[in-house]
């Protein structure tokens, strides 16, 4: 134990410094023009991003508040090979603009989808898209048709300080409390867990369908916040902040061609042949379970991007075994489509896995779409009357 801190040190003093520096304004930050809901965690992978970005979006697509504004989602486009600020559309590829931002997309043709490394500057061409027309930095941008953003959700933007959203929504994963792991490469922390202070909706990921009341106090003691009550949903980090506690848990829909020419009858087979690159399928592959026999499974690294030696392994499994269904996650299919010459048997074949979150209770649910949508009903009051930059 003294050699990992001793080991880890150097990490664990250059995220407390870059932190301290922005905590007291040593290092500047910046707010976007228009109001900002950022989705986090601290640690690498795994704890749901994607879907709870998705729920959010629909939040707001279906609120009397938004459904008539121009909403935008801004992420980097982890592993993407186009370059600074990009609008994505629905017909274009995982490999140039990543595989999340294109799912998001195409669940939601009318949100803005944008991918920007420099969050800053994403924001400032969403907020003001005539900057596309006369900035240097907007030179490789292939559409700068952009409407004008009222509303923006930050995909993985926690550790991103030089933007300061407005609100924070930070995920832990239900089976790795973080004051629990560990600073990579150790563990799994990219950031120290008192960085789940900044948020202002900590959401524990991937829980169970039921949790009594008493786990959730329990919940609350480990995260560090004080005079929770499971009712308000409500409690208090040290130092006064509040904070909302609430809990998720992932929802699996039907599975759906990852192609068009899909046939829907090896939905029921028996067997199933599973491949993913995705940070956690432990949960999918326990899922599928219950209902197939998982004859072979191919697990990649997270944001894999699959090569032709790669579709001839999984088209061999699928031959080896000509009943099975072909499964994969829906994030995995995005980049799976990018492939040249997927075998037409293995396209009939191969059926994705749509995941959404809910919340353990209606009470969690109400409390989160009341105060959301009411904070950026005064975010938006407050910039009409005093606009930023």
Same mark, same amino acid.
């Given at each position: 134990m003294v050699a990992d801190k001793v080991i880890l040190f150097p990490y664990w003093l250059s995220l407390k410094l870059r932190n301290l520096f922005y905590d007291k304004g040593i290092r500047k930050s910046v707010r976007a023009s228009a109001p900002t809901v950022a989705i986090g965690n601290v640690a690498v992978g795994g704890t749901g991003k994607t879907p709870h970005t998705e729920m959010v979006l629909s939040l707001l697509g279906l609120s009397d508040d938004w459904a008539y504004s121009n909403i935008a989602m801004l992420s980097r486009g982890y592993?993407?090979?186009?370059?600074?600020?990009?609008?994505?559309?629905?017909?274009?590829?995982?490999?140039?603009?990543?595989?999340?931002?294109?799912?998001?997309?195409?669940?939601?043709?009318?949100?803005?989808?944008?991918?920007?490394?420099?969050?800053?500057?994403?924001?400032?061409?969403?907020?003001?898209?005539?900057?596309?027309?006369?900035?240097?930095?907007?030179?490789?941008?292939?559409?700068?048709?952009?409407?004008?953003?009222?509303?923006?959700?930050?995909?993985?933007?926690?550790?991103?300080?030089?933007?300061? &959203?407005?609100?924070?929504?930070?995920?832990?994963?239900?089976?790795?409390?973080?004051?629990?792991? &560990?600073?990579?490469?150790?563990?799994?922390?990219?950031?120290?867990?008192?960085?789940?202070? &900044?948020?202002?909706?900590?959401?524990?990921?991937?829980?169970?369908?039921?949790?009594?009341?008493?786990?959730?106090?329990?919940?609350?003691?480990?995260?560090?916040?004080?005079?929770?009550?499971?009712?308000?949903?409500?409690?208090?980090?040290?130092?006064?902040?509040?904070?909302?506690?609430?809990?998720?848990?992932?929802?699996?829909?039907?599975?759906?061609?990852?192609?068009?020419?899909?046939?829907?009858?090896?939905?029921?087979?028996?067997?199933?042949?599973?491949?993913?690159?995705?940070?956690?399928?432990?949960?999918?592959?326990?899922?599928?379970?219950?209902?197939?026999?998982?004859?072979?499974?191919?697990?990649?690294?997270?944001?894999?991007?699959y090569s032709a030696s790669d579709v001839a392994s999984i088209n061999s499994a699928a031959q080896a075994n000509p009943t099975a269904v072909v499964v994969t996650t829906q994030k995995d299919s995005q980049r799976m489509l990018d492939c040249k010459k997927v075998p037409e048997n293995l396209q009939s074949r191969m059926f994705q896995v749509p995941i959404k979150v809910d919340f353990l209770t209606d009470r969690e649910r109400e409390v989160f779409e009341a105060t959301l949508l009411g904070r950026l009903r005064e975010l938006r009051s407050e910039l009409a009357r005093t606009p930023r930059g």
């Open positions: 592993k993407r090979s186009s370059k600074g600020f990009q609008q994505v559309s629905r017909d274009d590829s995982a490999s140039l603009f990543g595989d999340e931002p294109l799912q998001i997309k195409k669940k939601f043709p009318a949100v803005t989808v944008a991918v920007d490394k420099d969050r800053v500057e994403g924001c400032s061409f969403l907020c003001d898209p005539s900057l596309l027309q006369s900035s240097k930095k907007a030179r490789s941008c292939m559409d700068k048709n952009v409407p004008a953003a009222d509303v923006i959700v930050l995909d993985d933007a926690l550790q991103y300080r030089r933007l300061r &959203a407005d609100i924070n929504i930070v995920l832990v994963d239900w089976a790795t409390p973080p004051f629990k792991d &560990a600073l990579l490469p150790l563990g799994r922390l990219r950031d120290l867990p008192e960085r789940i202070k &900044a948020a202002d909706y900590l959401i524990v990921t991937k829980c169970p369908a039921y949790m009594e009341d008493w786990e959730r106090m329990q919940w609350a003691k480990s995260l560090g916040i004080s005079d929770y009550s499971p009712q308000s949903c409500e409690g208090t980090f040290r130092g006064g902040k509040k904070v909302h506690l609430l809990f998720t848990n992932i929802v699996y829909c039907p599975m759906e061609p990852v192609f068009p020419s899909g046939d829907t009858h090896y939905i029921y087979s028996k067997k199933l042949i599973l491949f993913s690159g995705i940070a956690k399928d432990t949960p999918l592959r326990r899922h599928l379970s219950d209902k197939y026999q998982v004859i072979r499974e191919f697990s990649f690294p997270d944001h894999h991007r």
